[in-house]
DNA sequence: TAATACTGACTGACCAGTCAGTTATATAGA
DNA sequence: TCTATATAACTGACTGGTCAGTCAGTATTA
């Protein structure tokens, strides 16, 4: 479609150039149509750069939740986190739009604000209530389960920024799957983690 | 001094607007000088960016290679890091740094580079080190050295991120001293840790 | 009175956004 | 099936505003 190979150039510039460098020529031209025709699908840079993030974040959250939600044991879920986890930092688009929007985060605090609430701070309370949750029945055994949570997302804002900002200046790029393999590892053991048996832990 | 002044006023403005964006007669009002003093001191806008990063970076290796490397046991070096980090990220304007350098990494792909051989892969070989010599002595034991010392520094990076992107549209600011104390309590734990009594180890 | 530091109006390049004109597609009638 | 007409999709030269960088002139210090 004409609109997603627009939105697809469009994040290619903006992910080099920044929002404010890019050039709606390029843009244009990386799409294969006149720029003319951008503002058919855009009424301006602007709106371009909100329909971008529109169409990226969209359907984020609901893979996220569907993630760590529904595993049975803490285990399990940092398990298939430290996964899928790899393959989204080296297969999606998702670490060129962090760095995108980190580097517009001040001109569009509304933006910003929008995604701290809407999805962030989703995720974190998906997150807690499954520590929480771990934390009830004896599964782990932690301090400031808020803290936690955060420490157990940490590794995947770093290695968004990794991706996207030091992998395209090294020669060989980061070992993603080990980075998650350890963290599991660590997370495991700090969290305290002790399997449940098949009795009610009560 | 002058150039401290334009320097201060340089960083407020490419972090709020980012390098493109950001006015030469803006910084140059808010410095309290001409736009023409502006060029006195730096020969251009890159310049200018130029002598901001190397303002901002030159003293930072030094701090570091301190705080890690002559700590006697890796809980007092975990301990004294998750003490200074937290008022680093409030009270330094390395986030600030930080969050303009990734919003200019592709537009400045040698100073990205020049970055990563020269200050962040030291760091993390003096962590390496540390860590490396801590398992030898039987002081933790991992299994992935690399990936644990990147799993050790990735709270910083989340921190000046979260620092210089969410706390500005927050109501209250993420406790950065909770975390880290947090992060420490998880690292012991997942390095396993068991402190060494007087006698070698051997 | 010489040298140095600073100023800010000016200019030329650049680019977001426009719109008159062109091309492609759909519909209808012969 | 072929032409005529209407409509929708697209084009790219053009314009007006913006801003990095300049430099002749002014103020300050030695």
Redesign the interface.
């Known amino acids: 479609m004409r609109r997603d190979a627009i939105l697809e150039a469009a994040l290619s510039e903006f992910?080099?150039?920044?929002?404010?460098?890019a050039r709606l020529d390029d843009i244009a031209e990386r799409a294969g149509v006149s720029k003319g025709t951008l503002y058919l699908y855009f009424s301006s840079k602007e709106d371009l750069f909100r329909g971008l993030i529109d169409h990226h974040t969209g359907p984020a959250i609901e893979r996220i939740k569907s993630m760590v939600g529904l595993a049975p044991s803490m285990e399990q879920a940092l398990e298939s986190f430290s996964h899928i986890a790899p393959s989204i930092i080296k297969e999606t688009s998702m670490p060129l739009m962090i760095?995108v929007m980190?580097?517009?985060?001040?001109?569009f605090?509304d933006i910003?604000?929008h995604h701290?609430t809407q999805i962030?701070d989703q995720c974190y309370s998906i997150l807690i209530d499954a520590l929480q949750a771990a934390q009830d029945r004896g599964e782990i055994d932690?301090?400031?389960v808020e803290?936690?949570a955060?420490?157990v997302?940490?590794?995947v804002?770093?290695s968004g920024?990794w991706r996207?900002?030091?992998d395209?200046?090294?020669e060989k790029e980061?070992?993603y799957d080990?980075?998650f393999?350890?963290?599991t590892?660590?997370?495991l053991?700090?969290?305290?983690y002790r399997p449940q048996t098949q009795r009610d832990g009560t």
Do not use: C, W
């Open positions: 992910y080099e150039k920044g929002l404010a460098a760095k980190i580097g517009e985060s001040q001109a605090p910003i604000r701290r962030i932690i301090d400031n803290m936690t955060r420490l997302f940490a590794p804002v770093y920024i996207s900002v030091f395209p200046v090294s980061l070992d080990a980075l393999k350890a963290h590892k660590m997370m053991r700090g969290l305290n």
